[in-house]
């Protein structure tokens, strides 16, 4: 069974409403738009940071059974804003795991989603005539399509133990 509920990570109260009688969290919630995020700094470190503890502080105090954060690899030596707050964010999860006999906390890292939102590729294919900029031509990325993103989630809910899965 799922339901799904509108509502904030920031808004501690809504998220204690929506995880009342769940079992499984699955937290993706964050913003991600890095020259967005740089200008507005601490609005980057109210969602994904204290919006995450937000999120650990609900699942345990509603007795969840796992919490999975989703994470990405611009956490690995973060060189901006973003990556910066997603590793904070990583942190608090793992441990979290200290503060919970019940809730068991995990965390997952990949790159792009292939063809998700924002990508270079739904930019290719829904604007063709807009121009893309490469910044660097020795910069890389990492791409995972949304099936391969879906079996790493269902992965680690199946077999987590509280901590950080890394799959490559």
């Given amino acids: 069974r799922l ?78 804003l973003y990556g910066s707050t997603k590793l904070c964010a990583e942190k608090l999860i793992i441990d979290g795991n200290s503060y919970s006999n019940r809730t068991k906390m995990s965390c997952v890292r990949y790159g792009n989603v292939l063809a998700s939102r924002g990508s270079v590729v739904d930019m290719v294919l829904n604007h063709s005539n807009q121009e893309i900029t490469v910044t660097d031509e020795r910069m890389t990325r990492f791409w995972i399509s949304f099936k391969q993103a879906f079996a790493l989630v269902m992965f680690a809910l199946e077999n987590m133990a509280g901590g950080m899965f890394r799959r490559c």
């Fill in 3 to 80: 339901r799904f509920f509108l509502g904030d990570v920031r808004d501690l109260q809504r998220l204690q409403r929506a995880f009342s009688g769940v079992d499984v969290v699955v937290h993706a919630a964050a913003l991600k738009q890095v020259p967005i995020l740089e200008y507005n700094p601490f609005e980057a470190v109210k969602t994904n940071i204290l919006g995450t503890k937000n999120v650990i502080d609900a699942a345990i105090d509603q007795g969840a059974e796992k919490l999975l954060f989703i994470s990405t690899d611009k956490a690995v030596q973060p060189v901006n």
